[in-house]
């Protein structure tokens, strides 16, 4: 079966770095994209950024370029979601995504990972 | 960015009555190698979202019969036939044709 298990819900304090995970099984982790995705308290769903971990080619929303980072480490299986000082902005739930994707049409999303709930508070 | 709007926000159904929901894009979703790369996502509360359709009309493995998906270049619909209890939540419509991919703004599924 195909799964993405991420990380435990976090709760940190503004200014703290973080670095959430987002373990793949069941397929070959080098061959799909993992995708991240922000959804703020009772809010929608909005794109991250995503990287392909066979080369770590990396591509980020412009909205989120420059305030976190995608990696991922290949051996493990696991792509990685990042803060450097965390605001209380970033206070929300992050699911990762599988994107799969060929030449011939083949263009979708899915699994998506359980969610990793992020609380930023003093 | 390509922006997604989806009517209505909210749909109150009867069980077994249908219900449909729009989704418009900014621009053409057709991709330079001629597929529109369209899906639609359903996400049940407390659950992370479910892919349910992708290229428009293709169901996900899965997905019961009841959900179809229409439309062309700017103007989408998903359509259930008969709402059953399990299908409350929300369904996002999305685009993967350009990049950064795009979310409608959502369509909450509720029983009247």
């Known amino acids: 079966e195909v799964q993405l298990v991420q990380s435990g819900a976090e709760v940190k304090k503004p200014g703290e770095s973080l670095k959430i995970s987002c373990k793949g099984s069941g397929y070959s982790f080098t061959s799909y994209w993992i995708g991240w995705v922000r959804q703020m308290p009772g809010k929608g769903l909005e794109w991250m950024g995503i990287?392909?971990?066979?080369?770590?080619?990396?591509r980020y929303s412009p909205s989120f370029q420059g305030q976190v980072t995608i990696s991922a480490d290949k051996s493990i299986s696991t792509a990685y979601l990042q803060w450097s000082s965390l605001k209380a902005s970033d206070t929300a739930m992050y699911y990762c995504?599988?994107?799969?994707?060929?030449?011939?049409?083949?263009?979708?999303?899915?699994?998506w990972g359980q969610g990793t709930l992020v609380t930023v508070s003093s | 960015d390509i922006v997604m709007t989806q009517t209505p926000l909210s749909s109150p159904v009867t069980l077994g009555q249908p219900a449909s929901i729009s989704c418009r894009s900014s621009?053409?979703?057709?991709?330079?190698?001629?597929?529109?790369?369209l899906s639609w996502l359903q996400q049940r509360p407390g659950q992370p979202p479910r892919l349910l359709i992708y290229k428009i009309s293709n169901r996900f493995s899965g997905v019961p019969d009841r959900f179809s998906g229409s439309g062309a270049g700017t103007d989408f619909t998903l359509k259930i036939s008969r709402v059953e209890a399990e299908d409350v939540g929300v369904y996002y419509c999305?685009?993967?044709?350009?990049?950064?991919?795009?979310f409608g703004g959502g369509t909450k599924v509720e029983i009247k």
């Open positions: 995504v599988r994107r799969t994707y060929s030449s011939g049409g083949v263009n979708w999303f899915d699994p």
């Open positions: 990287i392909y971990p066979g080369d770590s080619d990396t």
């Open positions: 999305t685009q993967a044709t350009q990049f950064p991919v795009t």
């Open positions: 621009q053409s979703l057709v991709h330079s190698d001629g597929n529109t790369y």
